[in-house]
């Protein structure tokens, strides 16, 4: 059967508030002009009103809508609401880093403590089996180390086992860095050590995937990972961006290296956030752009590498897992096929899907309906830490806040249902 993503009814379990709200904030999203300034207007509306106005004007339109809420009641009551719809959660702490911004070791251990709270959190409440969530190393890591990184090992690989020893305490040392350098990546493998070694058997870690000019370095910081404890399971799993050139060559070397060294390899398969940042960078350094020039081609990267790694899981669904995080309903239904086809079981744990939250439900209700595992990436924190999240989320998803179109429409016509019904006498 065809996943038909057309259903109204997939948004009966949600409140006659949640339904407006919901409908209000994508009414919203529709205008670009708001939509390409919203961390302007957010910044004027901020200055204007004040932290307390700001907030009560923010949390219960936007910040309801995208977040899960700030204290762990909070975001235990959203999460109880997701698990009753079927949906498990993917925490992410909203942690936005760029280069420049770093100021010292306490703020990565701070940053580190935090992702502590999120693997015990994710793991002492039982929101659903096999909880996961994101992590992002340039939290732990400063990116300045990550580039300088990138260019290092463009010119001299660096062997995995190394960093691994380096995780397990050893004075290691990296040919090329700094003493200073060197001190620090020590200290940025040792928190990654530490939050790995809290979530092995208990919460699967995500590794986001950031700038293509620092990438390289995530990655290998992340095999590395994978290396020392993705032995038995998939526990720490890597992102790839399809609308980059290089995803699916990233993708096949990363499946020969789990091979080589022998790890289980988790993949988390997206289209890609950082664009416009790329494009602009690529032709101020006079580079190639490294995204593909047209959404088909990235389609079909994406459909490509999805292909790759469900046949990869269909011959060894123990040592491969992926969630096909997309908003896009051709590939998810391509997903769905290939797994029948392939005899992929759908509660197998090799194959899960992934949304946002408060984004594209229609999907995400329609496929758990169907008995498929579907997660949402539910970022948490106050208005002022989630801020810059939601609005880089704002701005990278503009063609998806434009193109909810369709959610609205399914919204709408399960208001206009409500409404017949309770003037009928709520039958």
Same mark, same amino acid.
């Given at each position: 059967t065809l996943l038909a993503f057309e259903d109204p009814s997939a948004f009966r379990v949600k409140s006659l508030g949640e339904l407006l709200r919901a409908l209000g904030v994508f009414h919203l999203c529709s205008f670009p002009v708001l939509v390409n300034n919203c961390g302007k207007l957010m910044t004027a509306a901020r200055t204007i009103l004040g932290r307390r106005g700001f907030s009560l004007l923010l949390r219960p339109t936007v910040y309801a809508q995208f977040v899960a809420g700030e204290n762990e009641m909070e975001i235990s009551q959203s999460m109880g609401k997701m698990s009753l719809m079927g949906l498990r959660p993917m925490l992410a702490v909203p942690i936005e880093e760029d280069l420049g911004e770093s100021i010292g070791e306490k703020r990565y251990d701070d940053n580190m403590a935090a992702m502590l709270e999120c693997v015990r959190m994710s793991h002492s409440n039982a929101w659903s089996k096999d909880p996961m969530m994101q992590l992002k190393i340039t939290a732990l890591l400063s990116p300045e180390m990550c580039v300088k990184l990138t260019t290092l090992i463009a010119q001299q690989p660096y062997d995995l086992s190394l960093l691994v020893r380096a995780m397990d305490g050893e004075m290691v040392t990296f040919p090329g860095l700094e003493e200073k350098e060197a001190a620090h990546f020590l200290c940025g493998l040792q928190r990654l050590n530490k939050v790995a070694e809290a979530s092995v058997n208990k919460v699967r870690v995500l590794v986001d995937a950031e700038y293509t000019y620092m990438n390289p370095a995530l990655t290998l910081v992340t095999m590395a990972l994978m290396k020392k404890f993705n032995k038995d399971g998939a526990w720490i799993w890597n992102t790839y961006q399809c609308y980059l050139k290089e995803s699916r060559s990233l993708l096949l070397e990363a499946l020969n290296l789990s091979q080589a060294e022998g790890f289980c390899l988790?993949?988390?398969?997206?289209?890609?956030?950082?664009?416009?940042?790329?494009?602009?960078?690529?032709?101020?350094?006079?580079?190639?752009?490294?995204?593909?020039?047209?959404?088909?081609?990235?389609?079909?990267?994406?459909?490509?590498?999805?292909?790759?790694? %469900?046949?990869? +899981?269909?011959?060894?669904? &123990?040592?491969? @897992?992926?969630?096909?995080?997309?908003?896009?309903?051709? =590939?998810? /239904?391509?997903?769905?096929?290939?797994?029948?086809?392939?005899?992929?079981?759908?509660?197998?744990?090799?194959?899960?899907?992934?949304?946002?939250?408060?984004?594209?439900?229609?999907?995400?209700?329609?496929?758990?309906?169907?008995?498929?595992?579907?997660?949402?990436?539910?970022?948490?924190?106050?208005?002022?830490?989630?801020?810059?999240?939601?609005?880089?989320?704002?701005?990278?998803?503009?063609?998806? %806040?434009?193109? +909810?179109?369709?959610?609205? &429409?399914?919204? @709408?016509?399960?208001?206009?249902?409500?409404?017949?019904? =309770?003037? /009928?006498?709520?039958?």
């Open positions: 988790g993949v988390k398969l997206v289209r890609g956030a950082y664009m416009d940042k790329e494009r602009k960078l690529a032709e101020k350094e006079c580079q190639v752009d490294p995204i593909h020039p047209s959404w088909e081609e990235t389609n079909k990267s994406y459909n490509g590498c999805l292909d790759v790694m %469900l046949e990869a +899981i269909a011959q060894k669904p &123990d040592r491969y @897992r992926i969630i096909v995080a997309t908003h896009n309903e051709e =590939s998810v /239904r391509q997903a769905a096929k290939r797994m029948e086809e392939w005899g992929i079981e759908k509660d197998g744990g090799s194959v899960c899907f992934g949304q946002l939250l408060g984004m594209c439900d229609h999907v995400s209700l329609t496929l758990a309906k169907e008995g498929y595992p579907v997660y949402k990436s539910v970022p948490y924190g106050s208005v002022d830490d989630t801020l810059p999240y939601l609005v880089r989320r704002a701005q990278e998803n503009r063609t998806v %806040l434009q193109g +909810i179109r369709k959610e609205r &429409d399914l919204l @709408r016509q399960e208001l206009r249902h409500r409404m017949r019904r =309770s003037m /009928r006498g709520g039958s």
